[in-house]
């Protein structure tokens, strides 16, 4: 298929600048691949499609405040750091903007503390490192800002270091948040074990290329970014036993599909696994582990909605669907609403 396959017109107005509070009161659209019928839903219906003996996948990565604010010592201009991984202590990856002004040699000041930039990346990036003796994270944590993504038009408000967090999340270390598992709440999480749903965790990172854009109309030349992932092997194991036993395991966002599916063992069986995954799941796919997805709606031309597309094998079907979702103002992206694939 090609990038243009994945493009759609959306009017700005339906980009959720905020939350629904309660998080399960967000809008759940049930698509279902059988009879390609479409359901409105509340998220917190969600308990009504996943049945004892189901396996629920969540990503239990945390992100953190990763947008610094800058000035260059000499000048004192202005300048963003963002934060992508850490390659040794105090040693980063970053993004800066104004990227033309930032060179290697430069001295930055964040909130007092130095910051000497010492390469350049390949990917446009810079490499820094802050001169400072204390605990980082710490100092991260007090002073940085929630990463909220482009398509947000406002600065980040404090209480998006929550909202912007699912209730699950344990793990430092992405940039973005796996939104699909925004919606989740420690009540529905609950309702749900007790229901004998068995719940586990891996982690993936989210790095910023979950925002970039496919730059070629070919999909087999595009190259998604690496970003770390862990399946623990209680996690392994219970979906294993999952599918050996009938069940159904639900994944909670194209994160947990993609970790999954780059740990598949030839006998289609998930393997505990760490490391780095650059998987791009697009049509046409066979998936080998998951039977239903959580997913927010995506943006135009994105690999989130190529993912989608893929598991619901029928592009048409999610087309289909985001074309009511825009009649019934359903709300896009990150802080937005919801759809089951099932």
């Not at 430092?172 to 719940?199: D, M, N, Q």
């Not at 990172?205 to 970003?227: C, Q």
Request: aromatic share 10%.
């Amino acid at each position: 298929m090609k990038l243009s396959d994945f493009k759609f017109k959306l009017p700005e107005k339906y980009i959720a600048q905020y939350p629904v509070d309660p998080r399960d009161n967000a809008k759940l659209m049930v698509v279902n691949r059988q009879d390609g019928s479409l359901l409105d839903k509340k998220f917190k219906d969600i308990s009504e499609y996943i049945t004892k003996n189901d396996c629920l996948v969540v990503n239990e990565t945390r992100v953190f405040p990763a947008r610094l604010m800058a000035r260059k010592e000499k000048t004192n201009a202005k300048v963003e750091v963002f934060l992508l991984r850490e390659l040794e202590n105090n040693l980063w990856e970053v993004l800066v903007k104004p990227a033309r002004k930032v060179r290697i040699g430069n001295r930055l000041v964040v909130d007092g503390v130095f910051c000497d930039v010492i390469d350049n990346t390949v990917s446009g990036g810079r490499v820094v490192r802050f001169v400072y003796n204390g605990d980082f994270h710490k100092f991260i944590d007090k002073i940085g800002q929630c990463p909220l993504p482009p398509y947000i038009k406002r600065h980040a408000e404090e209480s998006d270091k929550i909202d912007y967090q699912t209730v699950f999340a344990r793990v430092r270390g992405s940039v973005a948040a796996p939104t699909a598992g925004l919606h989740f709440t420690k009540e529905l999480l609950t309702k749900l074990k007790r229901k004998g749903v068995k719940i586990v965790p891996l982690v993936l990172h989210v790095g910023l290329g979950t925002f970039r854009k496919v730059a070629v109309e070919d999909l087999g030349r595009h190259k998604m970014d690496s970003e770390y992932f862990e399946i623990p092997e209680i996690t392994a194991r219970a979906i294993n036993q999952t599918k050996d036993a009938g069940g159904k395991v639900i994944a909670v966002g194209s994160t947990v599909v993609r970790s999954i599916e780059s740990a598949v063992t030839a006998l289609n069986r998930v393997k505990p696994h760490r490391g780095w995954t650059d998987r791009f799941i697009y049509p046409p796919y066979e998936f080998k582990i998951v039977d239903k997805l959580v997913t927010n709606f995506h943006l135009p031309e994105s690999t989130l909605l190529m993912l989608a597309c893929a598991f619901a094998a029928d592009k048409e079907l999610v087309f289909k669907a985001y074309k009511k979702a825009i009649k019934d103002n359903y709300r896009f992206y990150s802080y937005g609403d919801a759809m089951l694939i099932q």
